[in-house]
Each structure stands twice: as structure tokens, then as C-alpha cells.
């Protein structure tokens, strides 16, 4: 299986701070990755895809780059909303497998 | 306005079998380039990903629980349907179903993405 490997597990930053989490497979991928943003008691909601494709009607705050292995999605100016857990997920090859996660809190 | 909608049993006893239902609404499961898929997420754990339910009738599933795991569709109910075996206490996870899409210009399962969720349901597995 490509395991996922997010950094940072959690941090907390301050509304308008520029906010980078990173994610690495363990082997390439190609572009074949999907970030999501998750609030507590909710389902997933798909911000990037393609791995720097914006969702429509995601916020242009949000931006994703990367191929292979290496991937980041940059939040430019963090806003009280942001408050949520963040997950990339592979879709290159079966099983896809998700990121353990980022939770942002707000300073 | 695309929706999904899992129901079924939010409590079973160990060794049962679990059967969800996956109601869809605003698309075709026959429409090129169209996929549900099945995910699960344990209390404060990462998703994780179950199976998957191609437009072309092609299927996917978790090779950890492909002996007892089984995807069905009805096209005239816009319904997927997921069955697991011999629930056990570690299967204990909110379950979604969820739309995905097939990027442009791409072939292949790696093409898809989940787009639209389902809103979960809570499956809790004890005796």
C-alpha cells in the first residue's frame, strides 16, 4: 500500500497567517492526489484536486502544487472558517489511502 | 444538485452482516466518467477507503477486505448497496458513500476523485 505522510499533525496559527501542509507517498503518484477540508461531525469536502486544481467554489485562498511524492497545500491568509482537519488522499493506485491528517487551530 | 444518502443499521452484533444502502440523486451511475465509492472513518482516525463502483460496471475493493466485502447496484432505484460480513468491533466507524468524477483527458481509476460526500452514518459494532 502508498503510505501518506502528512506534516505538521496540528498546528495553530493566527487569521491572515499563511498556513503550508505538506504531504509525501511513499512511492510516486504522479498528480493523483486530492486534498480535503473535514469540520468536526462532518464529511469530507474536496478542496483540490489533480493535486493544484481548485474545487469550484473553494476559496482561491486555497492552493495545491506538487507531483511524484512531494505535495503541499498553501492556505495564503488563514480565516476563523479554516478551523478544520485537513487530509490528502492518493487515488494513483488501489487501496487509495489518505493522509493521517492536519488539525489547524486558530491562534 | 448532486446528493448521497447512506442508511441502514446504526447498530449491529459482532459476526452479523452490515447493509448499507447508498441513495443517490442528480446523476447516472451509467453516465461515462461517473464512480460511487464507499469510505469509512473510525473516531478521530483518517478516512479510509472501502470500495469503489465504476460506471462501466468495473469494481474495486479494499484488498485487506475483499473476502468480505460485496458492492451491488440498482440503476432504477439510484442505489448502491454495500455488504460487509462478520462485523466485528474494530469495524466500529461512521460509513459514507460518496460521487466520484473522472478528471478530463485521463483513463483510468487513478482519474477519479471524490467529489460529493454523503453526510455518514454511524455504524457501531457490539454485543
Known amino acids: 500500500d502508498i503510505q501518506m505522510t502528512q506534516s505538521p499533525s496540528s498546528l495553530s496559527a493566527y487569521v491572515g497567517d499563511r498556513v503550508i501542509i505538506t504531504c509525501r507517498a511513499s512511492?510516486?503518484?504522479?498528480?493523483?492526489l486530492t486534498w480535503y477540508q473535514q469540520k468536526p461531525g462532518k464529511a469530507p469536502n474536496r478542496l483540490i484536486y489533480?493535486?493544484?486544481s481548485l474545487q469550484s467554489g473553494v476559496p482561491s485562498r486555497f492552493s495545491g502544487s506538487g507531483s511524484g511524492t512531494d505535495f503541499t497545500l498553501t492556505i495564503s491568509s488563514l480565516q476563523p472558517e479554516d478551523f478544520a482537519t485537513y487530509f490528502c488522499?492518493?487515488?494513483?493506485?488501489?487501496?487509495?489511502?489518505f493522509g493521517q491528517g492536519t488539525k489547524v487551530e486558530i491562534k | 444538485q448532486i446528493t448521497l444518502k447512506e442508511s441502514g443499521p446504526t447498530l449491529v452484533r459482532p459476526t452479523q452482516t452490515l447493509t448499507l444502502t447508498c441513495t443517490f440523486s442528480?446523476?447516472?451511475?451509467?453516465?461515462?466518467?461517473?464512480?460511487v465509492g464507499w469510505i469509512r472513518q473510525s473516531p478521530r482516525k483518517a478516512p479510509e477507503w472501502l470500495a469503489i463502483?465504476?460506471?462501466?460496471?468495473?469494481?474495486s475493493y479494499r484488498a485487506s477486505l475483499r473476502s468480505r466485502l460485496t458492492m451491488t447496484k440498482d440503476t432504477s432505484k439510484s442505489q448502491v448497496v454495500l455488504s460487509m460480513t462478520n462485523m466485528d468491533p474494530v469495524d466500529t466507524a461512521t460509513y459514507y458513500c460518496?460521487?466520484?468524477?473522472?478528471?478530463?483527458?485521463?483513463?483510468?481509476?487513478?482519474?477519479?476523485?471524490?467529489?460529493?460526500w454523503g453526510q455518514g452514518i454511524l455504524v457501531t459494532v457490539s454485543s
Open positions: 460518496a460521487h466520484a468524477t473522472r478528471r478530463r483527458n485521463c483513463r483510468g481509476g487513478r482519474c477519479y476523485s471524490f467529489d460529493y
Open positions: 442528480g446523476f447516472s451511475l451509467r453516465s461515462d466518467g461517473v464512480a
Open positions: 463502483f465504476y460506471w462501466d460496471e468495473d469494481k
Open positions: 512511492q510516486g503518484i504522479r498528480n493523483d
Open positions: 489533480a493535486a493544484s
Open positions: 488522499q492518493q487515488h494513483n493506485s488501489y487501496p487509495w489511502t
